[in-house]
């Protein structure tokens, strides 16, 4: 990894450019304008967990480096639509993808543990 900062341009809503610091975890700003400053935030690459194609939950990293409450990076999770009726072996079979869904949270989480070890997520 490079020890040089990555940078990256955000428009504030008094219309003039703002440079920012960017982590390299990072999958860039596609909305290049923010009202105010702590509406910037950084995201990183979403990543579905989906055991049998079954999307369970959505995950990216994210931090916003100007909020007034909380500035250090996170795991943003959504939880996915697997509401329903289920057979027993349906139930079973959700069972197991929340088993595996819990393993690849955990894994996600260790990420992050160590992107806030290296002093990214400060």
């Known amino acids: 990894m490079s ?3 990555r940078i990256a341009t955000v428009n504030v809503f ?3 450019p703002l ?3 960017e982590p390299d975890w990072c999958a860039g700003h596609p909305d290049s304008r923010a009202g ?3 509406d910037i935030s950084h995201n990183g690459p979403e990543r579905l967990i989906a055991p049998d194609g079954q ?4 995950t990216f990293l994210t931090q916003a480096p100007f909020s ?3 500035r250090t990076v996170g795991l943003y999770v959504e939880v996915g639509d697997f509401t329903g009726t289920h057979t027993p ?3 079973e079979q959700l069972a197991d993808a ?3 869904s819990a393993e690849r949270l955990r894994a996600l989480g260790r990420d992050l543990a160590a992107i806030l070890a290296e002093g990214e997520g400060q």
């Not at 999307?55 to 959505?58: G, Q, T």
Request: glycine residues 4%.
């Open 3 to 5: 020890t040089e900062p």
């Open 55 to 58: 999307v369970l939950f959505r």
């Open 89 to 91: 072996d349906g139930v």
């Open 14 to 16: 008094v219309t003039k």
């Open 36 to 38: 105010y400053k702590v």
């Open 98 to 100: 929340l088993v595996e």
């Open 68 to 70: 007034n409450v909380d």
């Open 19 to 21: 440079e920012i610091d």
